[in-house]
């Protein structure tokens, strides 16, 4: 039985994953900015018999990220694995968006890892035993228009992952990167636009259009679930033959190959055509 920690777990991929690896036997620690989001969570867990338990976590904030892995490692021990799934979308084009916003968007989704992954990985080096999974994107390899910033912050930390992939392998700890493609998941739902990325800017039709053609890589045209990224992040925690990038879905595959097959300007016409979408 491994302790494994695992952030943003109120919804979608980290609702999927927390289940899983408890039903698979882990103790999970499933935590988010607020756990009576989680009260179902902890229903599903209770009746099941599950060894899960919710708790407080917000990556923004510091101390209530060493005070969960505190908590978590009080009661049951180090932390074996530990899984950054929080994360949110600033959707906006590049002019619309403000200092603020793409604050708020690093804040998430780069330096809320940064904090977790340096408040496990002293005990993972001491113990040289330990797994880091950081949820990234096909956003984090590919940037497309209207959502910039959000490929930025994961670009950010696919490099951070790949240079600490080298970092701590002498240690006896592994690095993994989640790279899904498009889900059924809450994350547009809860995301938030640029300040000035209204009805009223001249980039916002043309959003909207994006939007819906973007579908169109979906094989099937409807998105799956989240449990499949959860199967996913378990069988990459367990691999036998670990590596340190995997993308999940049909669509990520597609796009990933493509983008490192061509050059840009090839790999644009392609897509354009794809998608029908032109100026």
């Not at 490099?159 to 240690?171: G, K, M, N, R």
């Not at 061509?262 to 016409?269: R, T």
Request: glycine share 8%.
């Amino acid at each position: 039985m491994k302790n494994v920690l695992i952030t943003g777990c109120s919804t979608g991929f980290g609702r999927a994953t927390a289940l899983l690896f408890a039903r698979r036997g882990d103790r999970v620690f499933a935590t988010m900015r607020s756990p009576e989001k989680g009260r179902d969570l902890t229903e599903v867990a209770e009746r099941a018999d599950l060894p899960l338990r919710v708790l407080r976590l917000d990556v923004e904030d510091p101390a209530l990220v060493q005070s969960a892995i505190r908590e978590a490692t009080a009661s049951s021990g180090p932390i074996d694995v530990l899984i950054n799934n929080a994360g949110i979308e600033l959707r906006s084009s590049i002019e619309d968006a403000s200092e603020e916003d793409v604050r708020r968007q690093f804040e998430t989704n780069v330096f809320g890892p940064l904090r977790t992954i340096r408040a496990v990985l002293p005990a993972m080096r001491e113990r040289r035993s330990g797994t880091i999974v950081n949820v990234s994107s096909i956003a984090g390899l590919v940037s497309r228009p209207f959502g910039g910033f959000y490929a930025a912050s994961k670009h950010a930390l696919e490099a951070i992952s790949e240079a600490l992939h080298y970092e701590v392998q002498p240690f006896g700890i592994r690095v993994v990167l989640i790279e899904p493609g498009q889900y059924r998941t809450q994350l547009l739902d809860n995301a938030y636009t640029g300040r000035a990325f209204t009805p009223q800017s001249p980039y916002w039709e043309r959003s909207s259009q994006f939007d819906e053609v973007v579908k169109r890589l979906v094989p099937g045209g409807e998105a799956p679930g989240p449990d499949d990224v959860a199967q996913l992040i378990h069988r990459a925690v367990h691999d036998p033959e670990p590596k340190l990038r995997y993308l999940a879905g049909d669509d990520a595959k597609m796009i990933a190959g493509a983008y490192r097959g061509m050059e840009f300007e090839a790999y644009e016409q392609a897509m354009r055509q794809a998608l029908d979408w032109y100026d």
